[in-house]
Every structure is written in C-alpha cells, then in structure tokens.
C-alpha cells in the first residue's frame, strides 16, 4: 500500500511524544533512590497500577499482532488473545502475592530471597536479559511499522525514535515515569479500541467494496494476448501478464476467464513495481471483502454482538493468505502474485485457518503453543518487576484483577477489530501488521491519527518496561548482587541509567536488523522462554520445600537453553534462515511442551542431589 | 539488606489461606482451559455448532474464558479481602 504522511497525524503525534517526556522530566525528581528508580519506592496507587499493568502487557504483538492476525487468519488469532489472558490466572492465584512478600526490584531477588546464592543471581539475570531481549524486537519492528504510514518515514527512523524516546523515559525517571506512560498508554487503547469496535459494529457488514479496496476484474481469455505466461507448480495456477491503460500487470487464469492479481515484482535493475508502477502511483490497493451475506442480503446495517459473529459464520470472505502468494520468475525479475482465496465463514470462526491441527505434529505444536502462552504471562520480568511498585501484598492482588479486567475486556475487543478488518477491506495484503490503525482510517482521518499515536506509545510503554527490567537485572542483579561491587544508592541509580541507555541502543540496532519480521511471531517464543526458564523455579520455590539453589540455577539454565535450542533447531527458523523448512532436525515450532517439563524435572532431580546444601535454610513459602 | 522488598510488607495472617484457595481457583480454571484447548484439537468441527444466539460454541467458549478469568479474580479477590480483614485485625498484624 501506499502510505503517507498526514498533517492531523503528525500534530497528534508530536504532542502526544511532547507530553509522555514532559511528564519523565516532571517525575525525574522523585527517581533518585534506588528504590524510586527500580520500583517507584513502591508508592504506586493499585488501580493505577493495575491500568499500567495493561499497558505494559498490551504490546505491539496484541494490538498490531493479533487485530492482524485475526484480519488474516481469522480465529487463530483470538487463540492468542484466550491464552496472553488466561495467564494471567497463574499470575493472580499462584504468583502476585508471593512474589510482592518475597521480592525487592527484580524477580531474581524473589527467587533468591531464601538462599542468597550466585548461582540463581547469574542465571536469573541471564534469564531476564534473554527473554526481555526476545521481546524488545517485535516491539521495536512494530515501531518501524508504524512511523511509515503515521509519518511518511522510513523504518530505520521509527526504531531509532522510539529508542530515543525509551531511553529518555527510563533513564530520566525509571519506574515511576516507565508507569505513568504504561497508564496513560493502557487507559487510552482500551477506551480508543472500544470506539473502533462500536464503529465496526455500526457499519456492520456489507458485500458492497469501498473505493479503497481492490475490487478484481475479469477478461475473457480468448480475447486478448498476453505478454507472457507463466505455470507455477507450487500452487497449481497458471499466470499471464497483460498490458492494460499502459501498465503491465499479472492475471490468474481462472479457466476461460483472467482474474485481475496484486502484484510485486522486484525487476533485474532493483526497482520495486506495484502492479506493473512504482509505489507511488497507489495502484496497489488494500484487500478483504466478504462475498457473501446470509439470504443474499447486500449490506446488514447496524448490528448487535451475537449477530455480528452469527452473520459471519454464515457468510463468504475473500482472503489473501501468505501461503497463497505464488512466486516465480519471469525474465530476470521477480514476482509475487497475492491470490485471493474464498473461505466459508464458518470455516474462519473456528481454529484451523493458521495452527495445522489436522496432524499429530499440528496437535502438539497447538497444545505446546496454547502451554506456553498459558504460563508464560507469571514467567516475564517486566511484568513481575511491576509487583515491587504498588505498596502492599493486598494492592499486589487488587492491581492484578484490574489487569485482568482491563486487558481481558481489550482482548474481547480485538475480535471485532481483527474481523472489522478482514470484512471492510482495509488491509495492507503485504503485511497484517497494520490492519488496527487501517480499519480507524475507513471511519476517520482523526480516529487514524489517535489509534496510530496510541499504538506508538503501545511501543513506548512496553519497551520503556523491559528496559528497566532488563536495567535492574544489570545493574542490580548482576553488578551488585552477583559480582559483589559496592555501590550506595546515586551510583546504583546511575549504574540503572547506564545499563539502560546501553539496552535501548542494542534495541534499536536489534530494531532494524530483524525488519520485516511478524511483530507477533517472536513474542510466543519469548512466553515459552520466560515459561520454560522462571516458571518451574517460581512454582518450586513457593510449594516445594526441598528445592534448593542448585536446583533453580540448573532449572532456569536447562529451561532457557533447551526452549532456546528448540526455537533455533524449528522449521520456522530454518525458513528464517533461508533453509528448506521440510529439512529441520525437528518439526516442532513452539517448544513448551518440551522444556517446561524438563525445567521441573531439572530442578526436581538437581534439588533432591543436593539437599544437604538446604541444612539450616527456613522454608519462605 | 539486599532482599527486603522495596516497601515494608506486613505480616500476613492469611497467606496460607490465600495459597490454597489460589491453588484451587487455578486449577479450576486449569481444568476449563484444558477442555478448550481438548476441544479445538480433537473435535475440532464441534466448535462450529451454534450455542447462544446463532454464534458458535468456539466464540462462546473463548469469551466465556476471558469474562470466567474476570469473574473468578473479582471472586478471588473479595474473598481474600474477607479473611485478611478476619486475620489481620489490628494487634494481630505487625
């Protein structure tokens, strides 16, 4: 699609970034303990809390991520949406309380807090860089996403704005500013997101294209001449390219009749063509239509919640999905054709479209995912430094339930976001990612403007809260617990603000190195490594007695390299890589299944070889 | 001095109450979410059957876990607010 910048967009957004730093400046003040810059001195107001809760989980992966998948792929998406938030479970009943009595600024001090041991110190530590870094870079590739269309700039722009902005956030006023960003951000994308979704069930749902949307049209074979053709084994079709009001354009041949196609066509000289004309031309359009209404209506107008999801499952929807997309060669250039596929509605609102759970290795892949997601939630230092913010174990559990209602109730909204999407032809056919802040453009320039500001402090939020977990487990973890250097509380608060200027730039490099990757596709692997490396050690340390230090050092060691060597050995990667998919050692992409159990065993067996090293220790939980 | 939590936390008569009903509250909805998931991986085409005004059991099933986490934390919540206030009164709590 075409993207550019809008004048609207750009003020809201510049006044929006002006007053998310104006306030950093204004809570600097009050940053200047340790126990100010890592944990807000544990001052912060549970409802308050509880909203920046939200706004730290609700990254770019929910917002832009699932809206995105579920305009692409329909429910498979919302699978997601089911499992970020039942983790949250885990989080209120089993984890909240304990891990607010136990701890100091980071979850390796709750962790720690019965042995004192350098051994949980480092792994702990390495566990929270790796899996906050495994998160940093979907959130950084969905900044890069954004500017493009918000301001008209390149992708390398966006990360490096939002770095700055992070860095400045963090290092001038950590936790308490890295909060109040996360409230405003949380707050801002539940009540935006219910606008969205009240819009999109006004519309309702209509077999009418708008002008924006690629409507494609047909010729009869037999009477033109093609300027080549082309048969792709890969999807069985057969391509021709013909010339038309003076461009040259691909078309499906659908037996006596060409069926007009989007294309993109990188040619010999590295010229990048839209449907035969430079991007700039906007003949590249957005996609998604439904086909068909139940009793042949037209247009249903206004509709409630059950007969918004009731008329879909009974209606058609023309989709485009990445694996329809046929690539081939013609002369020395090359093109990819977005075919259109026709699904069954009812076909669309159930598990099927993305997860193959057709097969055994589909099944377990599904099982592992959903296990992952399900305990990953309790299981992510940013999320758990956040416990050490808020006063009291009681305000621990209440801001927790508030998470739970806020991001439970956004979740629900990302179905009608995601199918609003799919159903009104907003979508960039290249990329998903987009498909929120494109169904806000088909109601309103201005709503665009607010939803794509939001999502860009989505951005903020979430990173700025990594940041500073990954800051505390440098600078407090590490330099100060693990290696023993004596610092008093300024240093320990500069030592915070050098180990987060330096993780915002290795963000931004990691930002612009993995562009182009699916914002949501890197952050399921992140839940499995924070779910396969914490959660046994959580779980033990509270309900086993017998768990020992060794035991949760070897567990967070063998969980994080055995989830890491899975992701990194998985066909998925292997397609990263540039390698045959079909030829990974193993056909398992999502590793839970695997590691978490082999985390608890780890930890069990490792515990019971060393249980003398427990003599004289008091049970904490 | 390292390990002492950033704010001062009291002395907690309920915990071990809070603990076990946390136990049992998860597994509840342990049990709930694994039908779920049992459900969409081996009956797969059962999620299509209408159940609740003309929409299928797959979005009733999925909602339904989302609105069930929210009721069961208020639930939680309430009931662990009860017991603090009945353990903790003042000159029992630290």
Redesign the interface.
């Given at each position: 699609m075409n993207y550019t910048a809008n004048p609207i967009a750009i003020a809201i957004f510049l006044a929006f970034v002006g007053f998310v730093l104006g306030m950093s400046f204004y809570f600097a003040r009050k940053a200047k303990s340790a126990?100010g810059y890592?944990?807000a001195?544990?001052?912060i107001h549970w409802f308050v809390n509880g909203v920046a809760f939200a706004g730290d989980y609700l990254s770019a992966a929910s917002f832009l991520g699932i809206c995105g998948l579920i305009a692409t792929m329909g429910?498979d998406g919302?699978?997601y949406?089911?499992g970020y938030?039942?983790g949250?479970?885990?989080a209120?009943?089993?984890v909240a309380?304990?891990m607010?009595?136990?701890?100091?600024?980071t979850f390796t001090?709750a962790l720690?807090?019965k042995f004192?041991s350098k051994g949980i110190q480092l792994m702990a530590a390495i566990s929270t860089l790796a899996v906050s870094l495994f998160y940093l870079i979907p959130q950084m590739v969905g900044a890069g996403v954004l500017v493009t269309p918000l301001l008209g700039l390149p992708h390398w722009i966006g990360v490096c704005m939002v770095g700055a902005i992070v860095i400045t956030i963090v290092a001038t006023a950590g936790m308490t500013s890295t909060t109040y960003v996360q409230f405003l951000k949380g707050g801002l994308l539940i009540i935006f997101s219910t606008v969205l979704s009240i819009a999109v069930l006004n519309k309702g749902l209509s077999t009418e294209p708008r002008e924006e949307t690629f409507l494609p049209q047909n010729l009869v074979a037999a009477d033109v001449t093609p300027l080549a053709e082309v048969s792709d084994q890969e999807s069985g079709l057969n391509f021709v390219k013909l010339e038309k009001d003076g461009v040259a354009n691909w078309w499906i041949v659908r037996g006596d009749l060409l069926e007009e196609a989007q294309s993109k066509t990188e040619t010999g000289d590295g010229e990048t063509l839209y449907n035969g004309a430079p991007k700039a031309d906007a003949r590249f359009k957005s996609v998604g239509l439904v086909t068909e209404l139940p009793d042949g209506q037209i247009e249903t107008g206004k509709v409630g919640v059950?007969?918004y999801?009731?008329t879909i499952?009974q209606s058609k929807v023309v989709r485009y999905p990445k694996s329809s997309i046929a690539k081939f060669e013609d002369g020395g250039d090359h093109v990819m054709v977005f075919v259109p596929e026709v699904t069954a509605g009812?076909d669309l609102?159930?598990?099927?479209q993305k997860f193959k759970?057709?097969d055994g290795i589909g099944?377990l892949n599904?099982?592992s995912l959903?296990l992952a997601l399900?305990f990953g939630t309790a299981s992510l230092p940013h999320i758990l430094i956040r416990y050490?913010?808020?006063?009291?174990?009681?305000d621990a559990?209440?801001s927790?339930?508030v998470a739970?209602?806020g991001i439970?109730?956004f979740?629900?909204l990302t179905?009608f976001m995601g199918l609003g999407a799919m159903t009104l032809g907003v979508i960039d056919v290249e990329s998903g990612n987009m498909s929120a802040p494109l169904l806000a453009k088909a109601f309103s320039i201005v709503l665009f403007s607010v939803i794509s500001a939001i999502a860009f402090a989505t951005v903020l939020g979430t990173v700025s809260g990594l940041i500073v977990a990954t800051s505390g487990a440098i600078a407090h973890d590490l330099m100060?617990?693990y290696m023993g250097i004596k610092m008093n509380d300024k240093q320990k608060v500069m030592a915070g603000k050098i180990a987060a200027f330096a993780v915002g730039l290795v963000a931004i490099g990691l930002g612009i190195a993995f562009k182009g990757m699916n914002v949501a596709f890197l952050v399921g692997w992140a839940f499995a490594v924070a779910a396969s490396a914490n959660l046994p050690s959580i779980i033990m340390l509270?309900?086993w007695k017998k768990t020992t230090a060794k035991g949760i050092a070897f567990s967070i060691g063998v969980g994080m390299l055995s989830a890491l060597g899975i992701i990194l050995t998985s066909p998925s990667m292997y397609g990263q890589y540039g390698l045959d998919p079909a030829t990974a050692i193993h056909k398992l992409d999502n590793p839970g299944i695997i590691s978490i159990p082999l985390s608890f065993i780890t930890l069990v067996v490792v515990s019971l070889m060393t249980q003398k090293d427990n003599e004289g220790l008091k049970y904490v939980? | 001095m390292l390990h002492e939590p950033a704010a001062k936390a009291e002395k907690d008569n309920a915990s071990d109450w809070k603990a076990k009903l946390g136990i049992k509250l998860f597994w509840l909805y342990c049990l709930i979410y694994m039908g779920f998931v049992g459900i969409a991986v081996f009956a797969t085409e059962a999620m299509k059957k209408p159940v609740l005004a003309g929409t299928n059991l797959a979005i009733i099933y999925g909602m339904g876990l989302i609105i069930f986490a929210i009721v069961l934390g208020l639930i939680y919540n309430h009931l662990c607010t009860k017991k603090e206030d009945e353990l903790n009164k003042s000159g029992e709590a630290e």
């Open positions: 126990e890592f944990a001195g544990g001052t429910y919302f699978l949406s089911i938030l039942a949250w479970i885990v209120l009943f089993v309380e304990p607010k009595r136990l701890g100091k600024y001090d720690d807090s004192n059950f007969k999801f009731s499952q009812e609102m159930i598990p099927g759970i057709k099944k599904f099982i959903m399900f050490y913010t808020v006063p009291s174990q009681r559990r209440k927790t339930i739970i209602g439970g109730f979740y629900v179905l100060d617990n509270l309900f939980g | -």
